[in-house]
């Protein structure tokens, strides 16, 4: 899959993403009021809801980029419907041939790490039958608890050449509570960086990047420059652009020579676009070709950053 | 909740959750043969064996203890099936009068912590009606993202009078490997500890101790009496206990001079206790009966330990 996603980019020349983060208050009011009409305003309205809207954002955006990532807490949020959402956007990329990256952000100790790795990139035994769970392609994995934390997605993830992002540098204000704080003289993230770097060598793709990324947020661009350097053969995830504030010329950091080495995630950015002034005479009822000329613009921002 | 907790606590004298951590292995196979039977070798048929698994388990236990923690990654690995048996539990175990601590080790950023919390602990709203999603009492967080992504769960919690357990010191082999690190002469997970009691000290129950608890694992214990003068109203969920390797009198350094202040798990040596061989004269039929077995005897050693 790390092959997969670097073909990919070179092919769209898009080292982008697109979160499909679907709050509610994304989604035009004719969409919701649809959904609604048949199922309620329940929660499979509301997950029938955010999976036309993700939908419609897929169908318009596809043939531009490599990658997905869906953040599985916005549908979390509708319970049981709302995850049920996600599996069918999981496949619906999948038909499209689109990588998906899990947003997940779990970690836990070994057989509960090994559990949710089944889960989201493996498969689970059922007497003599296996099954896939939610089959994403990566997933996202919080690194607090250490390497016996890690190792069960690394030992599900390699056999079905699937990989993952390790939370590194996180984008949010407060990323810096403990991440930045000092361990022998350096930021406790360098240390996440260089475990990071440890964790993929042995699982390296053939183009010369690990199954082992790691995420590090755009809104740290200084951060970032280190961390590049740091984690050579890392794929780096990198959120914030648009609407957390970092910009293309934020980016370069986080890209090798060779122009790869990282994707840039957008979410409202994109699949809100037509709330933008920016987008807005796309309207509601375009909110779907907004997002493929927001998509356009970001591809555009960041190939000119990187020229 | 707190309130409930230290009160049921008190009534049962035992303060011990078990862990519904439902592996497919621990599961007896005449319950799996059944389940199998009704619903073949499928996602649904598992979900099936690990509801009714969980469903005796309870209740053979439910009068002895205050509170179950199901681990949701054992649900998770089983797709949507196994995530409409985890809510099946949860909602059984509420009938049951227990409190539910959700282990779920989420964390992120702002909005989507926030889409958690609301889908483990709050209420979504959809249109003009609102929904709780999965409805636990309590969730683990995760705290490497900083005070951002851990202030939407309190934000959410204490409206409807619930809580969290922060990660801190956790029970698993490589916990040091981040935890540990000294930052300015101090282990990392001692500042932790020091967000734990600021997130948690405006939001205090009546019997004196906070909505915002902390995780230390009981493989820890020197670490475990350090972070529980560090912490004295912070409420402590300690897993390790028995099959993970620690005892009765590992323990007494969670708790305060009043006895309370700690909550232990334990989910094999309970759940799976027919599996060993002091428990072996229950038989596989017995499993149930076994666990309750497994409970009286966890009580008595906490007791007498405390004592």
């Given at each position: 899959m790390i092959d997969k996603l670097v073909e990919k980019i070179k092919k769209t020349n898009a080292p982008i993403e697109v979160g499909l983060d679907p709050m509610l208050s994304y989604v035009p009011d004719f969409v919701k009021e649809k959904a609604y009409k048949e199922l309620g305003e329940t929660l499979e309205g509301a997950a029938e809801a955010i999976w036309q809207f993700n939908k419609a954002i897929v169908d318009a955006t596809y043939d531009l980029i490599p990658a997905v990532k869906p953040q599985i807490a916005m549908y979390?949020?509708?319970?049981?419907?709302?995850?049920?959402?996600?599996?069918?956007?999981?496949?619906?990329?999948?038909?499209?041939?689109?990588?998906v990256i899990g947003d997940i952000k779990r970690g836990d100790i070994g057989s509960t790490s090994g559990a949710y790795a089944t889960g989201h990139l493996g498969k689970v035994t059922v007497g003599s039958?296996?099954?896939?769970?939610?089959?994403?392609?990566?997933?996202?994995?919080?690194?607090?608890?250490?390497?016996?934390?890690?190792?069960?997605?690394?030992?599900?993830?390699?056999?079905e050449k699937k990989g993952m992002f390790i939370l590194t540098k996180t984008s949010n204000p407060s990323s810096g509570e403990f991440q930045d704080r000092l361990v022998d003289g350096r930021p406790l993230y360098e240390l996440v960086a260089e475990k990071v770097v440890s964790w993929g060598e042995q699982h390296m793709g053939k183009c010369g990047y690990s199954y082992v990324g790691a995420v590090v947020g755009a809104t740290y661009?200084?951060?970032?420059?280190?961390?590049?350097?740091?984690?050579p053969k890392s794929f780096i995830l990198v959120p914030g652009y648009g609407a957390q504030g970092a910009k293309g010329s934020d980016l370069t950091n986080y890209f090798n020579e060779d122009g790869l080495g990282a994707i840039v995630n957008s979410s409202r950015g994109i699949i809100a676009a037509y709330k933008q002034p920016k987008y807005e005479k796309f309207g509601a009822a375009g909110f779907a070709d907004a997002a493929r000329a927001a998509v356009i613009d970001m591809q555009q921002d960041i190939a000119s950053a990187l020229k």
């Open positions: 979390e949020q509708f319970g049981i419907p709302g995850l049920i959402a996600f599996k069918k956007t999981v496949d619906y990329c999948h038909e499209k041939d689109l990588i039958k296996s099954y896939y769970g939610f089959d994403e392609d990566f997933v996202t994995i919080n690194p607090y608890m250490g390497t016996d934390s890690v190792q069960p997605f690394i030992d599900v993830a390699i056999p661009p200084e951060m970032g420059a280190v961390l590049r350097k740091l984690m």
